[in-house]
């Protein structure tokens, strides 16, 4: 039996943000420090700094991202930990500024630097990024005591009682906030955490169990792989000590993390980063093509310009996915109950054109920008899409870690050639076969691979119809 938990903190913190914020302020702390100590050699506040200072001041402040990143200063799991924080985020200071001192020793250039501009520089941009640290990290301690929060968690105990939320939330530093616990007395009742962390947007899930019943957990945690959600199971007995390297502690016992994120950390925010730019160029500059499609459609056949329609995407949730009509209005099929074939009827002579370039589904560039889509990803499915008159998830059993990541405009699968109808249960493997591999294989890399593959595929392609 579920039991929500009231809570007075209503505001999310991002680490993500504060990571790029925190690389933000130590580059600009470097640039404006170093032109600020460049008067003091000559006394003379408003002295112009010299073509080498210039380069210094820019070279330290590229060196000090790539040592603060070796030193895992802006690392998003850490970055609220003040002890790591000040203390790497000082030697990430202190290497930049050794090594530029051997490098000017190295290329005899050290006697045309100013030492007193130098240490001077080195003293004040070091100090200023402690300190400022410092300040931020205390607040936000504040903030977190108060009405602040990292992640949103669940309290379960299979066959035991739920760790108190208190608990958890004292063991992470208050970053955890329980919405809700409950008591599980059958290992198939996990599957309803899937509704759960889905209408709670929940994070991670705290699991509790007898330590004898722990390997059964894991085996049943197969009911959540669908979800991108940190899962810690946790054995109910405080005497299982978390001795054994390579096992997480937590508080006095050990932790196991049996489900984590496909994509997390600076990868997620890289990666919504590459999503907003590109979909935002793509906008600004198709704008033209997307007008005169828009035109061609409403000239083509009576109806809306845009076809709406609801699709699965990330974690199972619903969300409404933009394209442009390409079928007559009153043969639309709001859920996609018959698959679009080769030479089907219901589509226009612009429809049947802009199918096959793929124009028809460029405003799915605002379901990005919005954040239900990316522009890589699994294509997301019809809620009414079948197979041999079969839904796609009792087809294939693991269909449903495809919404692990958010669906996207292109894919894996779409570049290795499985696109088009699902007619057979082999196309159906394939393409979700491949949805896999890319959720496992994920980089930027791979991301800018398939967007290119997706151009030239534009231009010919005989699977799009």
């Known amino acids: 039996m579920w039991s929500r938990r009231s809570t ?12 790029a914020g925190f690389a933000a302020f130590d580059i600009l702390t470097l640039i404006v420090a170093g032109f600020a100590c460049v008067g003091l050699p000559g006394g003379s506040a408003g002295a112009s700094p010299q073509e ?78 402690i300190a400022a640290r410092a300040l931020i990290l205390r607040r936000i301690r504040e903030a977190l005591a108060e009405s602040a929060f990292v992640h949103r968690a669940l309290s379960v105990g299979v066959f035991c009682d739920p760790l108190h939320p208190r608990e958890i939330e004292g063991e992470t530093r208050n970053e955890e906030v329980v919405v809700g616990y409950a008591t599980y007395a059958d290992l ?50 405080r005497r299982v000590m978390a001795d054994v390297v390579s096992v997480a502690k937590f508080g006095d016992r050990i932790s196991f993390c049996g489900m984590e994120e496909p994509i997390h950390g600076w990868n997620l925010w ?22 005169a499609t828009a035109l061609a459609i409403r000239i083509d056949s009576p109806g809306p310009i845009f076809f709406r329609q609801q699709r699965v995407g990330f974690n199972g949730r619903i969300f409404e996915l933009w394209k442009f009509r390409s079928m007559f209005a009153e043969k639309t099929d709001a859920h996609a109950t018959v698959q679009t074939s080769r030479g089907d009827p219901r589509v226009t002579r612009v429809g049947r054109f802009i199918r096959r370039s793929s124009i028809d589904e460029l405003p799915q560039l605002i379901n990005v920008i919005l954040g239900d889509m990316s522009i890589v990803g699994p294509r997301p499915h019809a ?26 405009m292109t894919g894996w699968a779409q570049v290795k050639g499985f696109r088009g109808e699902l007619d057979t249960l082999d196309k159906l493997r394939n393409r979700v ?16 691979g398939i967007i290119f593959r997706t ?11």
């Open 433 to 448: 076969d491949c949805d896999l591999y890319y959720i496992d294989n994920w980089t930027l890399l791979l991301d800018v």
């Open 270 to 291: 890289f990666k919504r980063l590459e999503d907003i730019a590109l979909a935002s160029c793509a906008l600004v500059l198709l704008s033209p093509l997307m007008a």
């Open 188 to 237: 198939a009742e996990l599957a309803d955490l899937s509704d759960r962390i889905v209408q709670e947007a929940i994070d991670h899930v705290y699991l509790a169990a007898p330590w004898a019943e722990i390997p059964n957990v894991l085996r049943h945690l197969d009911m959540l792989r669908h979800l991108s959600t940190r899962v810690f199971v946790l054995p109910a007995d």
């Open 52 to 129: 080498w200072q210039i380069w210094a001041i820019f070279f330290a402040a590229s060196l000090q991202f790539g040592l603060a990143h070796i030193f895992e200063v802006y690392r998003t799991s850490s970055v609220l930990d003040r002890r790591h924080v000040l203390r790497r985020a000082t030697l990430s200071f202190l290497a930049t500024f050794a090594l530029m001192i051997c490098i000017a020793a190295a290329t005899k250039s050290a006697e045309s630097y100013s030492r007193l501009w130098f240490f001077s520089w080195a003293g004040t941009s070091t100090a200023i990024a």
């Open 383 to 408: 809620l009414a899409t079948k197979t041999d008159g079969r839904n796609l998830e009792e087809l294939v059993e693991y269909y449903a870690v495809r919404h692990r990541v958010k669906p996207g």
């Open 8 to 19: 007075r903190k209503s505001k999310r913190i991002s680490l993500h943000n504060f990571s």
């Open 455 to 465: 151009m030239m595929m534009v231009l010919r392609d005989s699977r799009a119809y």
